[in-house]
T-cell receptor, first 112, second 119 residues
Framework: QKEVEQDPGPLSVPEGAIVSLNCTYSNSAFQYFMWYRQYSRKGPELLMYTYSSGNKEDGRFTAQVDKSSKYISLFIRDSQPSDSATYLCAMSRGYNNNDMRFGAGTRLTVKP | EAGVTQFPSHSVIEKGQTVTLRCDPISGHDNLYWYRRVMGKEIKFLLHFVKESKQDESGMPNNRFLAERTGGTYSTLKVQPAELEDSGVYFC?????????????????FGAGTRLSVL
């Protein structure tokens, strides 16, 4: 069983839709949870960073962590074509993030 | 401020040849990480430098891979001899950290990666 499971998609939505991206994990020691966005031929770029359970909102993006269910989500409101990218969840046990584990990434396309 | 830079962006070599990948981290970042993504799989950790010292190399696949970070600045990852299964995208990341309670210092910034194709 992989430590981090993420549906690779692809996911295609119309512009303006609400997008829900999810990951599950098996290691209860993970405490720091991240979402990276990766455009084609670019490196992953940190989008959201959360600690432990709860919600965090940044503009059109909301990250949710449910440690009891070992389940994290990223919601994108009013999705735009510029949101088209691969979204990677990542998590680590310690604040220094030296042991980051990634999901396989979900490829999202937002159609105009 | 320049980001993490990786060279080359793409390398095509034949099985048995040697390839050296280079990573220039963000200036002032002590931590440097190498990762690899094989097609269709998740990004996997290879090793971690703190300055010039290898902190953790538990993810290195085998002794055909050699990483160095002389002087604690740029790093190289050499694959010798390359095998077909070494194909993939090799990412380098750097962070300033560690610093408890200071999220920004522990964020890893990624380069665009080197796409390695072994034929």
């Amino acid at each position: 069983q992989k430590e981090v499971e993420q549906d690779p998609g692809p996911l295609s939505v119309p512009e303006g839709a609400i997008v829900s991206l999810n990951c599950t994990y098996s290691n209860s020691a993970f405490q720091y949870f991240m979402w990276y966005r990766q455009y084609s031929r670019k490196g992953p770029e940190l989008l959201m960073y959360t600690y432990s359970s709860g919600n965090k909102e940044d503009g059109r993006f909301t990250a949710q962590v449910d440690k009891s269910s070992k389940y994290i989500s990223l919601f994108i409101r009013d999705s735009q074509p510029s949101d088209s990218a691969t979204y990677l969840c990542a998590m680590s046990r310690g604040y220094n993030n030296n042991d980051m584990r990634f999901g396989a990434g979900t490829r999202l396309t937002v159609k105009p | 401020e320049a980001g993490v830079t990786q060279f080359p962006s793409h390398s095509v070599i034949e099985k048995g040849q040697t390839v050296t990948l280079r990573c220039d981290p963000i200036s002032g970042h002590d931590n440097l990480y190498w990762y690899r993504r094989v097609m269709g799989k998740e990004i996997k950790f290879l090793l971690h430098f703190v300055k010039e010292s290898k902190q953790d190399e538990s993810g290195m696949p085998n002794n055909r891979f050699l990483a160095e970070r002389t002087g604690g600045t740029y790093s190289t990852l050499k694959v010798q001899p390359a095998e077909l299964e070494d194909s993939g995208v090799y990412f380098c990341a750097s962070s300033q950290g560690p610093a408890s309670g200071a999220i920004a210092k522990n964020i890893q910034y990624f380069g665009a990666g080197t796409r390695l194709s072994v034929l």
